[in-house]
């Protein structure tokens, strides 16, 4: 099973960054699977960022849906998250994982995930 996450890196306020994830497990077919976006700070519990269902449709932590924008591309496999006028408050590592089939995914509870990637690091400098 791979689930690779890309894209992260070191930004100042208020520039953006746009977060791949791509997938590749056996036995998984992404176009009919939820997946979601996570992140998590040392010390921290992971909290959802962004959860999209095989068509489209999409669930956001309240606070960042008007920044924040998950998307798919279930011809390649990838998930996306594009995300604008990053705040010192984003500074996390992100991870994306796949709907397991426990509790309805639109929830976006990370238990209810899971083929978690290793992450990328999203740093925002002020």
């Known amino acids: 099973a791979q689930v690779v996450e890309s894209g992260g890196g070191l930004v100042q306020v208020g520039e953006s960054l746009r977060l791949s994830c791509t997938v590749s497990v056996f036995g998984l077919n992404f176009g009919r699977t939820p997946m979601g976006w996570f992140r998590q700070v040392p010390g921290k519990e992971r909290e959802k960022v962004a959860c999209?269902?095989?068509?489209?449709?999409?669930t956001y932590l309240d606070s960042l849906k008007d920044r924040f924008r998950v998307d798919r591309d279930n011809a390649k496999n990838t998930l996306y998250l594009q995300m604008n006028n990053l705040q010192p408050e984003d500074t996390a590592m992100y991870y994306c994982?796949?709907?397991?089939?426990?509790?309805?995914?639109?929830?976006?509870?990370?238990?209810?995930?899971?083929?978690w990637g290793q992450g990328t690091q999203v740093t925002v400098s002020s």
């Open positions: 999209i269902g095989f068509s489209g449709t999409s």
């Open positions: 994982a796949a709907w397991r089939g426990d509790g309805p995914w639109y929830q976006c509870r990370s238990e209810d995930f899971g083929y």
